[in-house]
């Protein structure tokens, strides 16, 4: 999970009203629950231990909840610590174990990488340092992708490309193979269970993609290159997975105004002739409406268009953004803004 409010869902929110009031009254509340409510909520407590929950969070959660406070702090302070005395008020020792125990299984058995998620990536950099390369793949591709980034951008650098192919290059990850990367960083964090490793071979590509697009600071362009000089088939579905066409809709307006000042009207009428409607309508509102009418109606012109030909267009449209990309010229959406100073 992430950080702040806007990751909470409803038992996160519960959750969290029940940490920071009394704690006597915590575990009268919980008394009336029934098992699946206290199953949910107290999943959403140790959850809580991996999310930052900030002052605001609370005050937004307590005015939302129409509830007030008990107590001066806003703080969490030690979520283990309270869960355990809440549930041992509600339950007794016995039974508080047994609860707790269970959530722990399933969380673990269904988010075992979420410990590393408060992790700064320099530190997760330094515990991989001296890990075989393919270890090193295996965690970053079950990392989120903006983490694993962050994670790359500060490796050594005669690592980065070789991680970023491995993870490109991943199938299917054997449950064991899992399995033994979380047996090595477990000794390094914390005990963490398995989890199931996705098994369409598209999809490390995209991921591997998507974390050199959270990386920013051009960093991703020298991995690419290094990438392009080993086996260039990796390099070439990298590119095409870190923009397509539908990703014109996320482009911020400087960034689409200098776009479309590099593509040819002609190429844009027929690019358009199939795509989605939210980027359609991102072109459109960065067009002079002088400009947004002349390519409606070249492409309207055009009239039925076979569906080759739209592609090519679109694919000479990517590769031009894809080297305002490389360049710095533009910035990927969902990519690592540039640090301010």
Not at 142 to 153: C, I
């Amino acid at each position: 999970m992430g950080s702040g409010g806007d990751v909470l869902n409803g038992s996160h929110k519960v959750a969290a009203v029940l940490l920071a009031i009394d704690h006597q009254l915590s575990s009268k509340i919980l008394q009336h629950m029934g098992e699946d409510q206290l199953e949910q909520v107290t999943r959403a407590m140790k959850e809580l231990e991996e999310t930052a929950v900030g002052e605001n969070d609370l005050r937004d959660i307590f005015k939302e909840a129409v509830q007030r406070m008990r107590g001066t702090s806003y703080a969490l302070g030690d979520v283990g610590g309270t869960i355990g005395n809440v549930l041992v008020r509600a339950f007794g020792e016995e039974r508080a174990g047994e609860i707790l125990s269970s959530v722990e299984h399933n969380i673990l058995a269904q988010r075992p990488f979420a410990v590393f998620d408060g992790i700064p990536p320099e530190d997760l950099a330094n515990m991989l340092s001296d890990e075989h390369p393919q270890i090193v793949a295996v965690f970053l591709a079950h990392l989120d992708a903006a983490k694993a980034g962050g994670v790359v951008a500060v490796l050594p650098e005669h690592l980065r490309a070789d991680v970023v192919t491995r993870i490109a290059e991943m199938g299917r990850s054997a449950p064991e193979v899992v399995q033994r990367v979380v047996e090595v960083m477990r000794g390094k964090v914390k005990e963490l269970g398995l989890s199931t490793s996705r098994s369409e071979p598209r999809h490390w590509v995209k991921k591997a993609a998507s974390i050199l697009n959270n990386m920013g600071g051009g960093v991703e362009k020298e991995i690419l290159d290094t990438i392009s000089g080993r086996q260039e088939s990796v390099a070439e579905c990298l590119r095409e997975e870190m923009f397509t066409f539908d990703d014109l809709s996320k482009l911020d307006k400087k960034s689409m105004q200098k776009v479309l000042g590099s593509i040819d009207t002609a190429v844009l009428a027929t690019a358009l002739k199939a795509c989605s409607l939210e980027a359609e309508n991102n072109i459109f509102e960065n067009l002079s409406k002088r400009a947004a009418e002349m390519v409606v109606d070249e492409r309207d012109a055009k009239g039925p268009t076979p569906l080759s030909d739209v592609l090519d267009a679109q694919k000479q449209i990517l590769a031009t953004i894809r080297g305002m990309i490389e360049s710095g010229e533009v910035m990927a959406p969902g990519g690592a803004g540039e640090q301010l100073v």
